[in-house]
């Protein structure tokens, strides 16, 4: 054998490597979607079980949204210090587990108490696997790094859509205990299953250039020298406006759609209004961290959030106005999924971009605990309908929210990224 056909034998196996390295974070994703896209689900069963106030079990979303967060730069540096063989397969193995036992303890759950028990659980459990994946895309895909890690973030945008009848379902007919027990053990076993597949990549084994239409730092900053840039942190406020505005939507779906007169409304094949925009909107928001992604490698991150920014903030005007007619809420419920779940793309690329790929894992954790951060917005829409005694209000704040991320990206990101990128 030539030493030509050797190396391309070695770089079609590398390739293969990478594609199978990333399919098995994109479905240990998708184990975990439920546990923030599936909460939604549970709101009114919950609510009407134990005559709970809806803003005291949003809590418990909250709390997991925090917890999902804001302990990944600790996951992320434990990570790297058990080194790239040990690394992922440790830290997604444990994740699978405590995400398991985080909605065991939700099918018992008789206080409030406990069910914030188990949404500390389940969101330590999920951030474990999170940081990870996203941390595994960026290193193996350096190459395509805004498709790698929308693919991976899509997993977990979309995932939730494959489950939301059979939830339902289950919900129905044998209670949400049961829903929370069987769904949560079997995700929790996938999950567990295929964290033994990972690894990161060795020397040689992915392309040493980036995307040439990307610019990228030429070293890697460690996270202590990160959390000293203005770039770092201009990122972290637009995260949280951006993810606060999609959170409210996404934890109160259900209660709008009721509020709204349309949730039980049946509008496709039999399916109601709900069931039909929570597929939908799973399905966008899955969809929406690929193809932004994809769109920002070729024309840029900062083009690329004014123009899903943008869109979103006109989406959630919209909705707000005319969602009370079932197809109408459908279509702009989904066009909110659309451009809000591309945060999960867009920034850790942007990140990884400016900083580099070397600190990774724990450099995009640090970005990521602006989710937890945004957590807390989730029962403020609640506080703030009650306050107005509609939902408009609610959307007026996101639609602002979502705008003044357009401004920042295009003046003041922009010009301070384009900066950091000469010095390198």
């Given at each position: 054998m030539t030493v030509a056909s050797t190396v391309g034998v070695g770089a079609q196996a590398s390739t293969a490597t990478r594609w199978t390295q990333l399919l098995s974070v994109i479905i240990c994703m998708i184990m975990i979607a439920?546990?923030?896209?599936?909460?939604?689900?549970?709101?009114?069963?919950?609510?009407?079980?134990?005559?709970?106030?809806?803003?005291?079990?949003?809590?418990?979303?909250?709390?997991?949204?925090?917890?999902?967060?804001?302990?990944?730069?600790?996951?992320?540096?434990?990570?790297?210090?058990?080194?790239?063989?040990?690394?992922?397969?440790t830290m997604v193995a444990f994740g699978g587990v405590m995400v398991a036992l985080g909605w065991v303890i939700n099918s018992v759950a008789d206080t409030l108490t406990m069910?914030?028990?188990?949404?500390?659980?389940?969101?330590?459990?999920?951030?474990?696997?999170?940081a990870t994946s996203v941390g595994h895309a960026v290193k193996w895909f350096p190459d395509r790094r805004g498709l790698a890690v929308g693919l991976t973030a899509a997993g977990y945008g979309a995932g939730a859509a494959l489950t939301v009848i059979p939830i339902r379902y289950v919900i129905a007919d044998y209670g949400y205990q049961a829903a929370f027990l069987w769904f949560g053990l079997f995700q929790g076993a996938v999950v567990f299953i295929l964290a033994w597949l990972l690894r990161a990549p060795a020397q040689g084994e992915i392309p040493s250039t980036a995307a040439p239409k990307?610019?990228?730092?030429?070293?890697?900053?460690?996270?202590?020298?990160?959390?000293?840039?203005?770039?770092?942190?201009?990122?972290?406020?637009?995260?949280?406006?951006?993810?606060?505005?999609?959170?409210?939507?996404?934890?109160?779906?259900?209660?709008?759609?009721?509020?709204?007169?349309?949730?039980?409304?049946?509008?496709?094949?039999?399916?109601?209004?709900?069931?039909?925009?929570?597929?939908?909107?799973?399905?966008?928001?899955?969809a929406a961290r690929p193809l932004f992604g994809w769109i920002s490698d070729n024309i840029g991150r900062e083009y690329t959030m004014a123009?899903?920014?943008?869109?979103?903030?006109?989406?959630?005007?919209?909705?707000?106005?005319?969602?009370?007619?079932?197809?109408?809420?459908?279509?702009?419920?989904?066009?909110?999924?659309?451009?809000?779940?591309?945060?999960?793309?867009?920034?850790?690329?942007?990140?990884?971009?400016?900083?580099?790929?070397?600190?990774?894992?724990?450099?995009?954790?640090?970005?990521?605990t602006a989710k937890g951060a945004s957590a807390f917005f989730a029962p403020a829409a609640d506080l703030i309908k009650n306050a107005t005694g509609n939902w408009q209000m609610v959307f007026l704040v996101a639609t602002i929210m979502n705008l003044t991320v357009v401004v920042l990206a295009l003046f003041v990101l922009r010009p301070l990224r384009a900066r950091i990128m000469e010095q390198t």
């Open positions: 439920n546990l923030q896209y599936g909460w939604t689900l549970f709101v009114n069963p919950l609510k009407d079980a134990h005559n709970w106030d809806r803003a005291a079990i949003q809590l418990a979303f909250s709390i997991f949204i925090a917890l999902e967060t804001w302990l990944t730069p600790i996951e992320g540096w434990i990570v790297d210090v058990l080194g790239p063989q040990r690394g992922p397969k069910l914030y028990l188990g949404a500390v659980i389940g969101g330590i459990g999920g951030g474990a696997v999170y990307v610019q990228q730092s030429k070293r890697s900053c460690a996270p202590a020298e990160v959390l000293k840039t203005p770039v770092f942190w201009l990122l972290y406020v637009m995260f949280v406006m951006v993810s606060a505005s999609g959170l409210m939507a996404t934890a109160q779906v259900a209660p709008i759609a009721s509020d709204f007169g349309v949730a039980n409304t049946v509008v496709l094949l039999g399916g109601t209004t709900l069931s039909v925009a929570l597929i939908v909107d799973n399905v966008a928001n899955g123009v899903a920014f943008g869109l979103g903030g006109v989406s959630y005007w919209l909705l707000g106005s005319l969602g009370a007619a079932p197809w109408a809420f459908v279509v702009f419920a989904a066009l909110i999924f659309l451009t809000w779940g591309e945060i999960f793309s867009l920034f850790p690329s942007t990140c990884t971009d400016t900083f580099g790929p070397k600190f990774a894992t724990v450099n995009l954790s640090m970005l990521y």
